[in-house]
């Protein structure tokens, strides 16, 4: 149980175009999900906490209007980059929580972006 | 905020021996303590997480040691493999929906 998928598990884009990342909770109801930035050899950089129905609190230095999210139901969360740039590059993760309590944070496979 | 230190950042291991990664935490609300291994470009896995209410948990092979009163805890890996081999994160966070606070990882190297 628990399993997080996200799609797609890599992109690469022009310079200027905006990419789509998917996050789903297969088999549990995610009330929170969270996205993280990860450059190589680092730690979990996390971006933004997203709950379903309500707008994502964005952690300090993050744009929040170059990365858009979206948790418009219990099962799903989406990372919008807008005009991704070389910058952006990056390997992005979500993890999902699936509340009544519960602590753990079950992670999906992540997403590698290339921005040429 | 949380902030989450880990040493040593390399741990080079002879197959069979013991692995020992500490980490401390700044903010005494924290409650939740998990581990998890990631692989290159694979995504973290949770190996075993305690609460504050809890001052050790062991499963198998990995156990996890925390002291609330020094603020540290750690992750303890006996007869190491080399499968074992792979970067390991602690992290804290005050439970619930909370966000976790990632230590900057340890690349742990299992020599055969």
């Known amino acids: 149980g628990a399993v997080v998928s996200q799609h797609p598990s890599w992109v690469i884009c022009k310079s200027g175009t905006s990419v789509k990342i998917e996050c789903r909770s297969l088999d549990f109801q995610a009330t929170t999900m969270f996205w993280y930035r990860q450059f190589p050899k680092q730690s979990l950089m996390l971006m933004a906490t997203s709950n379903e129905g309500s707008k994502a609190t964005y952690e300090q230095g993050v744009e929040k209007d170059k990365f858009l999210i979206n948790h418009a139901s219990l099962t799903l969360s989406t990372l919008t980059v807008t005009s991704a740039h070389p910058e952006d590059s990056s390997f992005y993760i979500c993890s999902a929580i699936a509340g009544g309590g519960t602590d753990t944070q079950y992670f999906g496979p992540g997403t590698r972006l290339t921005v040429l | 905020g949380e902030n989450v230190e880990q040493h040593p950042s390399t741990l080079s291991v002879q197959e069979g021996d013991s692995a020992v990664i500490k980490c401390t935490y700044s903010d005494s609300a924290s409650n939740y303590f998990p581990w998890y291994k990631q692989e290159l470009g694979k995504r973290p896995q949770l190996i075993i997480d305690?609460?504050?209410?809890?001052g050790e948990k062991k499963d198998q092979r990995i156990a996890v040691t925390l002291n609330k009163t020094a603020k540290h805890f750690s992750l303890h890996i006996t007869e190491t493999q080399p499968e074992d081999s792979a970067v390991y994160f602690c992290a804290a966070s005050k439970g619930g929906n909370n966000r976790l606070a990632f230590g900057k990882g340890n690349q742990v190297v299992v020599i055969p």
């Open positions: 305690i609460r504050s209410n809890v």
